[in-house]
C-alpha cells in the first residue's frame, strides 16, 4: 500500500501572539481523499504527538469531511501519536505533504529535521505537495549546488492580497507570496482571491487556499 507523510507543525502561536496551528480542512479534505482511495498516513510533527489545530478553522469550516476529521477515532490516534521528525525517514513514504495554516510558517522552514526529509523526499524524486502557507515548509531547503527546489518552477501558494484578507500580515515572519517569486520561476494564483488553484510542475505540487485543498489531494494521488 502507498504511504503518504503529512507533516504537522508544532508551532500554537503567530508572530502577532494570536493562537494557530494546524489548518483543519487542508488535512481533513486530502486525508480522505488519499485514504478513499488505499493510501496510508502517518503524522509528523517537529515535537511529535498532538500537534495543536488552528481553531479559528475550526469555527470557520463546517464542511462534511472537516467535522468528520475531527471526530474520526483514527485520525485522533494518529495525532495523539504523530512521530517527531527527527524520526522519520522518506524512505518509509511515496510522497510528502503538507497542509497550511500560519503554524507551519512559523517553525517548518528553519527546522532542520524537516529540511532534512524534504531534501530526502525531492532528490528521490517522490511528489512533494504543499497547500496555502504549506510551501512556506521548503523554501530554506537547498540541494548541494545551492538550488532551490522552486528554482525553474511555477508555484502558487497563498497571496498577498488573501493574507490581508485574513487580517494575517502580521502573523507571519516572510510573505509567501514574495517569497515564492523570489525563488521560483513564475508565482501564479486564481483570477479571484480565494478561488481554487492547484499547479503541477513535475513532482512539486502546490495549492493556493483552502479552496484547492479537495484538488491537491487529487493531484497527489494521481502522481503516486
Known amino acids: 500500500m502507498p504511504a503518504v507523510l503529512f507533516i504537522l507543525s508544532s508551532a500554537d502561536k503567530s508572530l502577532a501572539g494570536k493562537q494557530t496551528g494546524w489548518y483543519l ?18 503524522f509528523a510533527a517537529p ?17 462534511e469531511d472537516s467535522v468528520k476529521f475531527l471526530n474520526d477515532p483514527v485520525v485522533k490516534n494518529k495525532l495523539a501519536t504523530a512521530k517527531k521528525l527527527a524520526d522519520v525517514s522518506a524512505k518509509d513514504y511515496d510522497g510528502l505533504y ?37 510551501p512556506a515548509a521548503l523554501v530554506n531547503w537547498r540541494s548541494e549546488d545551492g538550488k532551490s527546489l522552486f528554482s525553474g518552477k511555477t508555484v502558487t501558494g497563498l497571496s498577498n492580497t488573501e493574507e490581508a484578507m485574513i487580517d494575517g500580515t502580521g502573523d507571519v515572519p516572510f510573505s509567501l507570496e514574495d517569497k515564492l517569486t523570489e525563488l521560483a520561476k513564475s ?9 481554487e488553484k492547484v499547479v503541477v510542475d513535475g513532482q512539486l505540487i502546490t495549492g493556493q487556499n483552502p479552496a484547492s485543498s479537495v484538488s491537491i489531494g487529487k493531484a497527489l494521488l494521481k502522481a503516486l
Open 47 to 63: 515535537k511529535g504527538p498532538n500537534p495543536v489545530p488552528d481553531e479559528g478553522s475550526i469555527r470557520d469550516f463546517k464542511d
Open 98 to 134: 503538507i497542509g497550511g495554516g500560519h503554524a507551519p510558517v512559523m517553525d517548518l522552514p528553519n527546522d532542520p529535521e524537516n529540511n532534512r526529509l524534504i531534501g530526502e523526499f525531492w532528490t528521490t524524486g517522490k511528489p512533494v505537495a504543499a497547500v496555502c502557507h504549506g
Open 187 to 195: 508565482y501564479v494564483k486564481a483570477d479571484k482571491p480565494f478561488g
Open 25 to 42: 480542512p487542508e488535512l481533513a479534505h486530502p486525508y480522505y481523499v488519499l485514504t478513499a482511495n488505499g493510501i496510508d498516513i502517518d
